[in-house]
């Protein structure tokens, strides 16, 4: 029997079967003498030992197509990232420092703003400005109101995505209209954990059916960098590519060098200017922290 992994904690690890339900898995022993660890978002084999009680064992991880260092996840195909464009307004540094995570490992993303309908056209303009320039595709959304949420399940069909975001831009709203059962195998994990779920403390998938997943994980307040260095961080801002080449300087930071025609572009609007301001702030930050 195959499935696939939507949660795990303190080994054990609860294992979605198209059309079965979710069984409560061990790994079997072989897994922690190879080194290896089953990862939310793993496709397995397992042996079944009560399917009325619906226990099982993992005897096999397939080919992982995909993992992810944070979250450490598998198999996943693409990022949603959900802001508020009000209430609370979105922090664009932070918002810069999830982008620059995916761009490390990757991953497709894509930016959906929800509560559009309390939204004025000119700050969901200036939004779509700011990051279609970027090459992101951006969405605008009413969770609440159940409005253009069919263009995010287009995005979500046929795919494993994980959506993250800061606490309160609605994304439990969001996953209930994508599911509006609450999703029934998360009441059957939650069943067998005695954890209530409407608090995600744990990176967990959702099943929506015809192999579309979504991976709830917990949201956050801040995204530490360590591993970038500050050479390397214009190289995670894909607007900068297209001018680069052209900088007076090999290697230019952007930041005081002359002839710098990534500067260039932010003056002249082809930048946007919030997320060079937030590369200074990064750029400034990444060279403190190599004092210390």
Do not use: W
């Amino acid at each position: 029997m195959f499935g696939k992994i939507m949660k795990g904690i303190a080994g054990f690890y609860y294992v979605h079967v198209e059309g079965r339900g979710v069984y409560e898995c061990r790994a079997k022993g072989i897994f922690r003498k190879e080194g290896i660890k089953p990862l939310v978002g793993d496709d397995v084999e397992l042996d079944v030992l009560d399917d009325a009680e619906k226990l099982g064992n993992i005897r096999k991880i397939l080919p992982r197509k995909s993992v992810l260092v944070r979250p450490a996840v598998a198999n996943v195909d693409q990022a949603l990232i959900l802001f508020a464009i009000v209430k609370p307004n979105p922090n664009f540094n932070l918002l810069d420092r999830f982008l620059i995570r995916m761009e490390q490992q990757k991953l497709l993303t894509v930016i959906c703003f929800n509560k559009e309908d309390i939204a004025s056209s000119e700050e969901k303009e200036a939004l779509r400005s700011a990051y279609e320039t970027c090459g992101y595709r951006v969405l605008f959304i009413s969770a609440l109101e159940n409005r253009g949420l069919d263009q995010v399940r287009e995005l979500l069909n046929g795919k494993t995505t994980t959506l993250a975001g800061p606490s309160g831009v609605g994304k439990s709203s969001l996953i209930n209209q994508l599911s509006p059962e609450t999703n029934m195998e998360t009441g059957e994990i939650s069943e067998k954990i005695k954890r209530g779920r409407h608090t995600t403390r744990h990176s967990e998938i959702i099943a929506l059916g015809n192999g579309t997943y979504i991976m709830d994980t917990p949201g956050f307040t801040s995204l530490d960098m360590p591993d970038i260095t500050k050479e390397e961080l214009g190289g995670y801002y894909p607007e900068f590519r297209e001018y680069e080449p052209f900088c007076k300087f090999r290697g230019c930071a952007h930041i005081s060098e002359p002839d710098c025609k990534v500067k260039e572009a932010v003056e002249e609007g082809k930048i946007s200017p919030v997320r060079y301001e937030n590369y200074m702030v990064l750029y400034r930050e990444l060279k403190e922290n190599r004092r210390y």
